[in-house]
């Protein structure tokens, strides 16, 4: 989407340039009178007119591509190999032992070696004392954190998250 950003910036740059001739328009028309003013003031309208339309164009551009864009399948492709399930972190409790060792929206692989399924097989999974997580961050790269636990609940919301299947 590197064209939306660009068309994004040309558009910014368009208003900054309308907003700024509109100023300098004003001081030429008060400080010369209207025949000197008049090509300041067409400039500051045509920029503003080209702003309006640059603008309108961006947004139907943005909606036509995210029409084009294929919904979502249902589950998370971006789980790697030899992984067939995990639990996708939605929030994280204020005082959840995880706080701090894996980010919100990590999919958690494995707990102490074991995959859950749901959060009530995460929750059991987690033993008092020191636990190894394994996780997924949002660049796909598998990391470990130990995360000390003192009961056994996680005091997170999650989501499970499986590979599409294949037809």
Not at 50 to 61: F, G, K, M, S, V
Not at 112 to 130: D, F
Not at 159 to 164: A, D, K, L, R, W
Request: aromatic share 8%; charged share 20%.
């Amino acid at each position: 989407m590197y064209y939306r950003r660009q068309r994004g910036i040309l558009a910014i740059l368009i208003w900054v340039a309308a907003g700024a001739s509109a100023p300098y328009a004003t001081y030429v028309f008060m400080r010369f009178g209207l025949v000197a003013a008049l090509w300041s003031i067409t400039l500051s309208v045509l920029l503003f007119a080209t702003a309006l339309w640059c603008t309108h164009i961006n947004e139907r551009l943005n909606a036509l591509l995210e029409a084009e864009q294929p919904p979502e399948a249902e589950g998370d492709s971006s789980l790697p190999e030899g992984i067939e399930s995990g639990l996708k972190i939605l929030r994280i409790a204020q005082h959840s032992p995880l706080r701090g060792h894996v980010n919100e929206k990590a999919i958690i692989v494995a707990i102490n070696g074991e995959m859950p399924s749901t959060a009530a097989e995460a929750n059991e999974l987690m033993v008092e004392g020191v636990n190894d997580i394994e996780w997924m961050g949002p660049n796909g790269k598998v990391l470990t954190s130990k995360v000390e636990c003192d009961g056994g609940d996680i005091m997170a919301q999650f989501e499970q998250v499986t590979p599409p299947k294949r037809r």
